[in-house]
């Protein structure tokens, strides 16, 4: 199936959760955000988290600055 990712097309499996779409994607899960459709889920849900076709996910990383 198809999902957005910071409007980008990634094919990726059924039944995939957002934990497994972190890890396939390369994406270090410390300091990010993740939001489903507008959503935010907490990262306590990401394993719970399945995708479904067409979802726009959004990562924000964390950056420092001052």
Do not use: C, F, Y
């Not at 094919?11 to 994607?25: D, N, R």
């Amino acid at each position: 199936m198809t999902i957005n990712v910071n409007n980008q097309p990634h094919s990726v499996s059924e039944s995939i959760t957002l934990t497994e779409v972190v890890a396939q994607l390369n994406i270090i899960s410390a300091g990010i955000a993740i939001a489903i459709n507008n959503e935010i889920i907490s990262k306590d849900r990401w394993n719970a988290t399945n995708l479904k076709e067409q979802d726009q996910v959004i990562i924000i990383k964390a950056t420092q600055g001052g």
